[in-house]
């Protein structure tokens, strides 16, 4: 449960030196000595009385030890709800409705900003039930405050996949089967929602269409989008959020190819009741099982015969999948995101 401590992170050091002469050699040198340990961009404050040196860097999180934190929270949470659901799904759909908004018509949307804190997109029906999982991560970044709530949502969603598969939640016998994610911070928050975009274009569940996909408007091609919607092999509807209802595998809270092996060889029907009493929710779908769903947009997925390959594909290997989600959920994530490497000098200021 621990943070571990980075040692290189020097955020912020303080030096007082009490003289009677102001401003002496001895400052300076002292100034210089501080200067050697930050980094190039630390801005040294001096004051007069007493006479204070003050280097502070710019803030660098320990990525590592926030992974951590995010890991052991899902762990935690899962442990104290004890009935076999977890944050994993919620915190893979978090960095997904994040960065899912992204335009590449006009650039607009993505996960920079972390935008989904303010309306309009915290009241976006499509985000409902997503305050729990910013609710949960207030801990993480309380613990980790130099690390940005743009970066900290979609890291939330590197962890859930990554740690999905090699936790004790899962009693997976293959330990570390979640993909690892490429990952990079630098994503900057925004003070308001003045920015995000007007309308929801988050795709919608109940219509089983290649266009409701959104895949043309965030950029992305048929393999790119079949692999990042088998996210589904995670988490679950709920009633209460979405109007939904159940879990697309029976194990939840492993990331694996269970979505699109299930999605060809089922039997998927119209959901006609649930628990004894006619299904008054939603159209959905349901396995033989009656324990099982598929929404009308995942259903599109072997009824278009593009998505369908790749379904089928992906059904049989899934290190395919593996490796296709690792790279397509990384270029979701970095969607209209500048990272301060990737900069040109003018935007540094
Ligand atoms: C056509 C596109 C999509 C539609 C219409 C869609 C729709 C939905 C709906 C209705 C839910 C249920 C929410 C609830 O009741 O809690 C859900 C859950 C979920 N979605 Fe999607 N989704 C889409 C694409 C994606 C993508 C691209 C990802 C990730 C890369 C993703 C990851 C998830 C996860 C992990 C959950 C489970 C959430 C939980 O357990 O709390 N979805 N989705």
Do not use: Q
């Given at each position: 449960m621990g943070t571990r401590r980075n040692?290189?992170?020097?955020k912020r050091t303080r030096a007082r030196i009490s003289t009677s002469?102001?401003?002496?050699a001895n400052t300076m040198n002292a100034a210089l000595r501080i200067s050697r340990y930050a980094a190039p961009t630390a801005v040294l404050a001096f004051s007069l009385s007493p006479v204070t040196v003050e280097a502070k860097e710019s803030a660098k999180p320990d990525v590592s030890a926030v992974k951590k934190s995010i890991a052991d929270l899902i762990e935690d949470d899962a442990e104290r709800r004890?009935?076999?659901?977890?944050l994993t799904g919620t915190f893979v759909r978090l960095a997904w409705h994040c960065a899912g908004?992204?335009?590449?018509?006009?650039?607009?949307?993505?996960?920079?900003?972390?935008?989904?804190?303010?309306?309009p997109e915290a009241s976006w029906g499509a985000n409902a039930g997503l305050g729990i999982a910013r609710n949960a991560l207030e801990a993480v970044k309380e613990k980790?405050?130099?690390?940005?709530y743009a970066d900290l949502y979609t890291l939330a969603g590197v962890v859930a996949v990554e740690e999905a598969g090699c936790s004790t939640l899962n009693s997976c016998?293959?330990?570390?089967r979640g993909p690892k994610i490429p990952f990079r911070i630098g994503r900057e928050d925004a003070?308001?929602?003045?920015?995000?975009?007007?309308?929801?274009?988050l795709p919608d569940a109940d219509k089983g269409s290649r266009?409701?996909?959104?895949s043309a408007r965030m950029g992305f091609n048929d393999r790119e989008i079949v692999a990042l919607l088998?996210?589904?092999?995670?988490g679950r509807c709920h009633t209460d959020r979405s109007g939904y209802w159940g879990p697309?595998?029976?194990?939840?809270?492993t990331f694996s190819n269970e979505y699109f092996r299930l999605l060809v060889e089922e039997r998927w029907s119209p959901k006609m009741s649930h628990n004894g009493k006619p299904w008054d929710g939603p159209d959905q779908f349901e396995d033989s099982t009656g324990k099982l769903m598929m929404l009308p947009s995942d259903m599109v997925l072997v009824q278009d015969p593009a998505f369908r390959k790749v379904v089928e594909l992906y059904a049989k290997d899934e290190n395919a999948f593996f490796r296709d989600f690792a790279s397509a959920f990384s270029k979701l994530l970095e969607l209209g995101v500048t990272f301060p490497s990737t900069k040109p000098w003018y935007q540094f200021w």
């Open positions: 040692p290189k992170a020097l002469i102001m401003f002496s004890g009935d076999g659901t977890s908004t992204y335009s590449k018509v006009d650039g607009s949307g993505g996960s920079n900003g972390a935008r989904m804190r303010f309306d980790h405050p130099d690390i940005s016998p293959a330990c570390g003070d308001s929602g003045e920015t995000s975009p007007k309308e929801c274009g266009k409701n996909t959104n088998g996210a589904h092999a995670l697309w595998t029976f194990a939840e809270n």
